[in-house]
Nanobody, 127 residues
Framework: QAQLVESGGDSVEAGGSLRLSCVVH????????TAWFRQAPGKPREAVAR????????YYSDSVKGRFTISQDGAKSTLYLQMNNLKPDDTATYSC????????????????????WGQGTQVTVSS
């Protein structure tokens, strides 16, 4: 299965912006449904944004709609999450995910079954 490596997490003030990156090693990214998830301490994992295989459609959770944008660059095999107008509630570890993996840890969302996970990158938003 593909190896996923995230970067771009940081500490920012409320209202700020960050762009997360996820390099997908070993496969052609456009073949897979890819997404960003997040998990805050003591809370369940939450789906944030998804881009379909082929990059034809995107889908967002209500909590980030209008503020976050998911995109991918096939030539760089990289998934991005542009996060604007960040809020303290956005504080979490953000992980990218794809379908087509081998993990027994899976989550169904927005028409895809995600079962290949990156290690995550920390985003902290202060008020």
């Amino acid at each position: 299965q593909a190896q996923l490596v995230e970067s771009g997490g940081d500490s920012v003030e409320a209202g700020g912006s960050l762009r997360l990156s996820c390099v997908v090693h070993g496969v052609e990214i456009s073949r897979y449904c890819t997404a960003w998830f997040r998990q805050a301490p003591g809370k369940p994992r939450e789906a944030v944004a998804r881009i379909s295989s082929g990059g034809g459609s995107t889908y967002y959770s209500d909590s980030v709609k209008g503020r976050f944008t998911i995109s991918q660059d096939g030539a760089k095999s990289t998934l991005y999450l542009q996060m604007n107008n960040l809020k303290p509630d956005d504080t979490a570890t953000y992980s990218c995910a794809t379908d087509g993996g081998l993990s027994r840890d899976y989550q169904k969302w927005a028409g895809c079954v995600f079962n290949n996970w990156g290690q995550g990158t920390q985003v902290t938003v202060s008020s």
